[in-house]
């Protein structure tokens, strides 16, 4: 004859409380944390041929960005380079544009 015995389920809420499982869930999500890559002044000065290039002749570009410590990859046209504001523009979707700036771009790669 087995034993039905609620196991684990049993004890879980026991030794947890609230509190404490959203500490160990931030602290979980600042482990996975990165420091800012940095570049020099050829690696930027390579995005932006890249970029140029992208705009100039209407491909797609994947630019990777980083921001808090998590990077993000976009992937779309170039509608606009705001050399004022230091920001890009990219249209991710008709009709829907994602701006990112200069500083955060950690990689630009051109997709035909």
Known sequence: MAIRDRG???WQGAF???E???MQRDLWYDMK??????LDEYQMEEFDLRIKYAQEYKHAVRVTVWSDGFTTDYTGRIHRIDPITHELRLEVKPGEYERVV???VTAVKVVN
Do not use: C, T
């Not at 944390?33 to 940095?38: G, H, S, T």
């Open 102 to 104: 200069f500083e955060d």
């Open 33 to 38: 944390r990165e420091a800012k890559p940095i």
């Open 16 to 18: 947890f409380m609230p």
């Open 8 to 10: 684990k389920i049993k």
């Open 20 to 22: 404490q499982v959203k």
